[in-house]
């Protein structure tokens, strides 16, 4: 988690109205994919880490650092690509304040199986998100 803090920070001012959001993608003990929300909010961080990944995620674990989305907004719902990847388990720092996310993204991956862990980072999280936490 710390290193998907570290990655959210970098970007940090950078995303538009939307989150800095760092997201890591780890399958047998390795990096396998990494990034944070592009300049100008898009892509998000977590299909930024899906489009590195050197290897199938099928199976991986995602260290993120707010709660993907599960929305359409001005792109598809992050939470659908790491469903689709395969992932087996999520990590997640921050639950997303947004009323159009709060908790969604947590219920939809529950929903497909894959085993979810938060709360690991949150302060940290927050204060790199301090921002659009304010906003919601």
């Known amino acids: 988690m710390n290193i998907a803090l570290d990655l959210a920070r970098a970007q940090n001012g950078l995303t538009a109205d939307n989150p800095s959001v760092g997201c890591v993608i780890v399958k047998g003990g390795k990096i396998i994919g990494h990034g944070a929300t592009a300049a ?3 892509p ?10 050197t290897q199938d995620p099928a199976g991986a674990h995602v260290y993120v650092t707010l709660e993907p989305c599960s929305h359409v907004g ?14 087996s388990r999520c990590h997640i720092a921050a639950i997303d304040p947004n009323p159009l996310v709060n908790g969604s993204g947590l219920a939809k991956l529950k929903a497909a199986g894959i085993s979810v862990m938060t709360g690991d980072g949150a302060a940290e999280a927050r204060a790199v998100m301090a921002d659009f936490f304010a906003r919601h």
Request: proline content about 4%.
């Open 40 to 42: 100008g909010g898009r």
């Open 44 to 53: 998000h961080g977590e299909i930024v880490a899906l489009n590195s990944c």
């Open 74 to 87: 001005r792109s598809g719902p992050c939470v659908d690509a790491l469903i689709k990847a395969g992932i």
